[in-house]
């Protein structure tokens, strides 16, 4: 049952997002209907685009020219750049009547503090190292065996391929590209080549045979891709695997959402396995809002609602749901969680423990947005020029890193 309470006075918070899909916007709506139930209004603005490149844009040129909104969505490393901004509202008061500290793990609690204080709110954790598998054609063509290495992955592409279907269902646009060869890369080189390569930035694990191997297996998937897969929105082709076209996906499980909102059901409709070579490992992002400044009371305790929700039991549950990620908050049950949410919990908690919890450099969890840039384009330019080779890609990847930094 909603609070009931209404503030003395209702406010307004505009609210800067990304979430346009079926998934999203069903999970959205857990929030809008909450902000309403407790008194206040709430404006949409939504920048389409998945991945939140474009979001990031528009709401770094609002703030330039003065107008920021109530509200945004972010997440990882860049929460600092716009603390030193100061124009961020400081969220100790709620979370402290709250009790963060308490309910979320350090590691996650410190990323949305900027020199102590709260400046966001981190709402769920998603996890990036998936495949999406349709289950009639994993039964049909591949005699219902979930591929755990890669030559097994590819095997199971041809049979899909020759079946007819859709192998490796795609979107070519440069964060897509860079979600899908980061989980290859993760499951080729592990968790602590990784870590050296991707979070360390060591030029030696960048130049090495991993990632040239890496970006081999990357051009070997393109081959089953489809032709409508350029410009593709992630959305579409996760629906290409809800239909029944194509085989597998590799995306965050964000793409559970629309599974979930097209009402099917894993382990019947569709299957969620960690990519060959991850099953140890968790790549994961956090989402998160920031509240910016704001002169009116109204809107200030609009704001500190709004924070107060994202991180209140029944909205963790009933958002996470939805959404395809699980509760920041860890003391949210999952009895009402399906079999992929409650696999990623577990895998969450044992990859904390063995070290092998990975920040995805792909959703902003990793580097500083002009870093990542950078390995967008090296990755995409690859992907996209069937005349590079993987030795190539390989040392323009570590250069394209050495100047960003
Ligand atoms: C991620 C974000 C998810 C989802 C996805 C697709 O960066 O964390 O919540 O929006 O992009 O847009």
């Avoid at 402290?96 to 102590?116: M, Q, V």
């Avoid at 860079?178 to 991707?198: C, D, H, P, R, S």
Wanted: glycine fraction near 8%.
């Amino acid at each position: 049952m909603a609070a009931l309470s209404f503030p003395v006075h209702a406010g307004e918070v505009e609210v800067l997002h990304y979430w346009t899909s079926g998934g999203e916007a069903a999970s959205l709506k857990v929030l809008q209907k909450m902000m309403s139930e407790e008194g206040h209004s709430w404006t949409d603005f939504a920048v389409a685009g998945g991945g939140g490149e474009t979001a990031m844009t528009v709401l770094k040129s609002r703030v330039i020219s003065g107008n920021p909104p109530s509200s945004s969505m972010i997440a990882g490393p860049e929460i600092q750049n716009w603390g030193e901004l100061d124009v961020l509202a400081n969220m100790d008061e709620v979370a402290k009547a709250g009790k963060w500290n308490a309910l979320l793990p350090e590691n996650i609690a410190d990323i949305h503090k900027y020199e102590g204080h709260y400046v966001a709110v981190p709402v769920n954790v998603h996890r990036i190292n998936w495949m999406w598998i349709n289950k009639a054609i994993l039964d049909e063509v591949n005699g219902g065996k979930v591929p755990t290495d890669w030559d097994g992955f590819f095997a199971f592409m041809d049979n899909a391929t020759k079946a007819g279907y859709i192998g490796f269902s795609h979107g070519g646009q440069d964060w897509q590209d860079a979600t899908v060869f980061e989980q290859i890369a993760l499951g080729t080189g592990g968790t602590q080549w990784y870590q050296k390569a991707f979070i360390e930035l060591d030029q030696d694990a960048l130049k090495s045979d991993e990632m040239t191997q890496a970006f081999e297996r990357f051009k070997k998937l393109k081959s089953y891709m489809d032709s409508g897969m350029p410009g593709r929105d992630w959305n579409l082709a996760t629906a290409q695997i809800i239909e029944g076209k194509a085989a597998v996906q590799i995306m965050g499980d964000w793409a559970k959402g629309e599974f979930t909102a097209a009402g099917k059901v894993p382990g019947e409709d569709y299957v969620c396995a960690a990519v060959p070579g991850t099953t140890d490992s968790f790549t994961f992002n956090v989402d998160a809002f920031m509240m910016f400044n704001n002169q009116s009371k109204d809107n200030i305790d609009a704001q500190k609602t709004l924070a107060k929700l994202l991180l209140s039991k029944d909205f963790q549950e009933e958002f996470n749901l939805r959404k395809g990620s699980i509760p920041v908050r860890p003391d949210v049950s999952l009895e009402r969680f399906d079999s992929c949410a409650k696999l990623s919990m577990s895998d969450f908690k044992a990859a904390s423990i063995n070290k092998t919890l990975m920040p995805s450099f792909s959703h902003a969890m990793a580097m500083q947005p002009e870093v990542s840039g950078a390995v967008y384009d090296a990755v995409t330019n690859f992907f996209n020029n069937n005349e590079q080779t993987a030795e190539q890609a390989t040392e323009k990847l570590a250069s394209a890193i050495a100047s960003a930094l």
